[in-house]
């Protein structure tokens, strides 16, 4: 009994000394990026926060505390709602479409044909190409004197002679012009994470429901969307924290015009924060932001960890 | 009833072709566009489209480089791209000193609470510029770095790291731990460990960070256009769309050079690294 605790514990004590010994090793070498992420992404979070309630402007250090005013006058202007509404369109009916097409462009891509490896690479250049940049291209395609979609229209008879689209001169058009960038875009990046989820279902699984007698719909519908929930939820969260925290599309496409009609929050908050110098203004519109990103960080950490434990 | 399956598979290659030939084509033009645009002659490229008689997508006129000569010649474009450079390389180099060992740390020597705080940095990767700009141009102020590639520098590190520690936290989880062990059975310290056995091992995760850190840094736009404003100073992503337009006049064979330039060798080394990044989107999603 006496001897057994005895060469027991030599053994527990080595083991415990190379955990500590690790511990510390551990914290060491995780510590200066812990530390560059909490003053330079946590404090400035909060910093925001913190000037959301003050009357902080560009120009001087000084500034005082208004209390909710910021907010007050934001949610007063017809401008900031049209934003928010505008933000909430752009996300939403370009994530839908998104969606319905990246499926189909995965499924496509699923099966093989001559050419495929340069095809995967074209349809991704959308998603690499630095999004200034491309959005400068489009700028160049909605042109108002050289649009080569009015040409294109002109030529098959859809505007007839004095007809013209002013596509970034005319709301519902510049909102258009927005949203095909924004699919346009992400469609790439939701078809790759689409294909790697499809890549994952078994073959066995389309052998057995082909089996058992489901027809092509009712596998895809019932059998494979179902099985990629969890990477559908990836791709559908990601599309829309990149969506709905843009900012340079609406900014280099139509800088929010026509009369401030094509705003999303975070240009708006540009505008207000930075072009205006109404520090504390820009800081109240961009926390509008929060409340979505929240819930879908909550969402996120739900589906992890549900794909943990199963 | 043969033929007809074989009529039907023939339909669904058709279908399948066609839907191909759509969406490579809805995925191209914008880039179609820069191309034509950057080699065709102004007389050319400012026909108008009201023309039904000029067919924009095709060369009417010889094609020239007169656009790109500009662009190289006459711009700032080069110091543009030397100024993005700069400031990737020192971005990429801050981003590994900080992510590889929290990496390496999450992966191997954290146990369960190191987990839970993975999750957590990855979060921040959500945090967007557009929400951070504003206190940033307060601390960039105060610290004196207005208009200084310098705010960059210390600034864009807050999207790659957490990324990146995300994705290296991965990498050296997939590292078999038994070499490493068998190693430190062998004399070795485990710092000696990681530096010997683990970081060449670990080459091609490297190479991963670095490349995403510095597209990253490339695409960026936010950061830049708040913080730098004199021309010299710009980055590719600002300087093409706001200092290549001069007032009100667009140089667009110049300006679509320019995109195109930058966009397609980006594009090119992107489509090699692919796979490993949306392993670190979809890491328990997919087993």
């Not at chain 1, 479409?97 to 462009?105: E, F, S």
């Not at chain 2, 369960?112 to 945090?127: A, K, M, N, P, Q």
């Not at chain 2, 600034?155 to 078999?176: D, E, N, R, S």
Request: charged share 10%; net charge positive.
């Amino acid at each position: 009994m006496n001897t057994t605790t005895v060469s027991a514990a030599p053994v527990l004590h080595a083991g415990q000394t190379i955990r500590r010994a690790d511990r510390r090793l551990g914290v060491f070498m995780l510590a200066p990026a812990l530390l560059y992420i909490t003053l330079l992404v946590a404090l400035p979070f909060l910093l925001a926060l913190f000037l959301s309630l003050t009357n902080s402007s560009a120009g001087s250090l000084e500034f005082s505390f208004v209390g909710l005013q910021n907010f007050k006058n934001v949610v007063a202007s017809p401008v900031f709602r049209r934003a928010l509404r505008n933000t909430f369109v752009f996300t939403f009916v370009s994530q839908a479409a998104v969606m319905v097409l990246g499926n189909v462009l995965a499924r496509a891509l699923m099966r093989p044909f001559f050419g495929k490896t340069l095809a995967r690479f074209v349809i991704l250049m959308p998603w690499a190409a630095p999004i200034s940049l491309a959005t400068l291209g489009w700028l160049w395609i909605f042109d108002s004197t050289f649009s080569v979609i009015n040409w294109l229209l002109k030529v098959v008879g859809w505007l007839g002679p004095g007809q013209w689209y002013y596509w970034l001169g005319d709301t519902t058009l510049g909102m258009v012009a927005i949203i095909t960038i924004h699919v346009w875009r992400m469609l790439p990046f939701s078809t790759v994470i689409l294909l790697a989820g499809l890549t994952s279902i078994p073959n066995e699984v389309r052998e057995a429901s082909a089996i058992d007698g489901a027809g092509t719909l009712a596998r895809i519908f019932q059998i494979e969307i179902p099985m990629m929930r969890p990477i559908l939820t990836v791709a559908v969260l990601f599309g829309v924290v990149f969506t709905f925290t843009d900012m340079s599309v609406v900014y280099l496409l139509t800088r929010g015009g026509p009369y401030n009609s094509t705003h999303v929050l975070a240009s708006l908050a540009f505008q207000d924060g930075v072009l205006g110098g109404d520090v504390g203004r820009g800081a109240a519109v961009a926390i509008f932001l929060v409340p979505v990103l929240v819930v879908l960080a909550i969402v996120m950490l739900r589906s992890s960890r549900r794909a943990e434990v199963v | 009833m043969a033929a007809r399956s074989v009529a039907r598979r023939a339909a669904g290659t058709v279908v399948h072709r066609a839907t191909i030939v759509f969406f490579l084509a809805f995925a191209v033009f914008p880039f179609y566009w820069m191309v034509v645009t950057s080699f065709k002659q102004n007389a050319d490229l400012y026909v108008g489209a009201t023309n039904v008689a000029h067919n924009p997508f095709i060369f009417n006129l010889p094609p020239t480089l007169d656009h790109l000569r500009i662009l190289f010649g006459q711009t700032l474009y080069l110091t543009w791209l030397r100024n993005t450079l700069v400031v990737g390389l020192l971005v990429v180099g801050i981003t590994l000193l900080l992510a590889v060992p929290a990496g390496y740390s999450l992966a191997r020597l954290t146990g369960r609470w190191g987990e839970r705080l993975s999750i957590g940095i990855f979060l921040t990767y959500l945090v967007p510029s557009t929400l951070l700009f504003i206190p940033f141009s307060r601390l960039v102020s105060l610290l004196g770095l207005q208009n200084s590639l310098w705010s960059l520098v210390i600034i864009y590190p807050t999207f790659t790291v957490p990324f990146c520690t995300w994705l290296l936290m991965g990498f050296f989880k997939g590292l078999p731990k038994e070499i490493e062990e068998s190693a430190m059975v062998d004399g070795c310290s485990r710092a000696g460990a990681i530096w010997r056995i683990v970081l060449p091992l670990a080459v091609p995760g490297l190479l991963t960070v670095v490349i995403f850190a510095l597209t990253l840094v490339i695409q960026e736009f936010v950061y830049s256009l708040t913080f730098i404003s004199s021309v010299q100073r710009m980055t590719v992503s600002v300087g093409v769309p706001v200092a290549l337009v001069r007032g009100d006049v667009y140089y667009w064979g110049s300006l679509m050079a320019a995109c195109l330039v930058t966009s397609v060798p980006i594009a090119i080394v992107y489509s090699f690294f692919l796979d490993r990044f949306i392993a670190g989107f979809t890491v328990g999603a997919i087993k």
